[in-house]
């Protein structure tokens, strides 16, 4: 690697994923816990003089608009710091959107920067319940332990690393580094929520929610919105942050989408949240669940899918409240059916831990 350093870090064995193969590597198995839609939330920067940090968590790629001029520059829609930084890095804080998290990927978008764009990053995580302790050791080394040593990047691309050994430990915060200045993007956190559940064995929660360790791991199509927006906290902004597939044209026709569960329960009601499809709504909507113990993860057309809501009729804009058809039995995952198409902003699996 031509890029160096002073600040030393310990080399963190991980294979770099070509750009166009990050999305299969991960997003069907795991979570960005730093999304901005999930909580994630910036604490603090070195610089951010061009360009907001905030703009590294926003869901969406990055987008380019040719010509615009801020008081600061040209727009850019990512992170960019001033010239000629005399510390070894510019550094941005963030907290993650979960309690905390394993980590087993990273992002890094450098899409539109060009000249500008970050020569290398490293990514140092910590668990802390302290934001002030952690904001407080600004850019020095503190308490901060590797996540992924330091990588090359180059202009306008996507890079990707899988780590080699997933973490163990949890993190809280992490630290994205930049050698020494310039701009990215986008930063993405691959890995898995640690919740904190409820002691009460009783207690119902929601067991498809990311923050509790969700995840939406397959679909039929995701043309207009991404499955992975079915288990984010809130009711959203608009259609642009919900699951919606295409029209479909042919007899028979549902869309589905498997959810696994953060954790085994017992399901006693669900919610089915059509916020902002209006238009474009499905007719029906049916949930399945199964108890998954074979390899990988289940099909959508695995034997043992139980029914525990019945096809129902959906309404425009509405959160759809439905007990569960079968509520002692224990599930891992669910199918959310759409009959026949159309979008669909949240789902809610209320359940109990099972042992």
């Given at each position: ?36 839609t999930?909580?994630?939330?910036v ?17 969406t790629p990055?987008?380019r608009q040719p ?5 600061s520059g040209a727009?850019?829609?990512?992170w ?31 899409a539109?920067?060009s ?25 020095d ?27 163990k430990?949890?993190y809280?915060?992490v630290?994205?580094n ?6 990215i993007?986008r930063f993405?956190l691959f ?24 995840v ?16 984010l906290?809130g ?10 597939t295409?029209?479909s ?12 569960l ?5 399901i006693?009601?669900l ?28 099909g ?8 525990v809501?019945?096809?129902s ?10 007990e ?13 059916v759409?009959i026949?198409?159309?979008g ?6 209320l ?5």
């Amino acid at each position: 690697m031509s890029v160096e350093s002073e600040y030393k870090l310990d080399n963190v064995a991980a294979t770099s994923v070509p750009s166009d193969q990050i999305d299969a590597t991960f997003k069907s198995s795991t979570i960005d816990l730093i999304s901005g839609t999930l909580g994630g939330k910036v604490l603090s920067c070195s610089d951010e003089w061009f360009a907001e940090a905030a703009n590294l968590l926003t869901p969406t790629p990055p987008i380019r608009q040719p010509g615009k001029m801020v008081y600061s520059g040209a727009w850019y829609d990512g992170w960019e710091t001033r010239r000629h930084n005399t510390a070894p890095f510019d550094y941005v804080v963030i907290r993650l959107g979960v309690a905390s998290g394993t980590v087993e990927g990273i992002e890094v978008d450098t899409a539109f920067f060009s000249g500008n764009h970050a020569p290398a990053i490293s990514v140092e995580g910590v668990f802390s319940s302290s934001d002030e302790e952690v904001v407080g050791w600004k850019g020095d080394r503190g308490k901060w332990e590797p996540i992924l040593g330091l990588q090359e990047c180059g202009p306008s691309q996507r890079f990707g690393w899988k780590l080699t050994n997933p973490t163990k430990k949890p993190y809280t915060h992490v630290r994205l580094n930049m050698y020494p200045d310039g701009g990215i993007a986008r930063f993405r956190l691959f890995g898995h929520a640690v919740p904190v559940f409820p002691e009460d064995k009783e207690a119902i929660f929601d067991l498809a929610a990311a923050q509790n360790g969700g995840v939406a791991i397959s679909c039929s199509d995701q043309h207009f919105g991404v499955i992975a927006n079915l288990i984010l906290p809130g009711r959203g902004k608009d259609m642009g942050d919900g699951w919606e597939t295409s029209r479909s044209r042919g007899k028979d026709h549902v869309d589905w989408a498997v959810i696994k569960l953060g954790a085994k329960g017992k399901i006693q009601n669900l919610v089915v949240d059509t916020a902002f499809f209006r238009g474009n709504f499905p007719q029906k909507a049916k949930v399945e669940a199964i108890d998954w113990s074979g390899e990988g993860e289940p099909g959508a057309l695995a034997a043992d899918w139980v029914e525990v809501v019945a096809a129902s009729k959906c309404s425009p804009d509405k959160e759809h409240e439905f007990e569960s058809l079968i509520k002692d039995k224990t599930f891992t995952h669910v199918k959310l059916v759409m009959i026949p198409d159309g979008g669909v902003k949240r789902i809610r699996v209320l359940g109990k831990r099972s042992e």
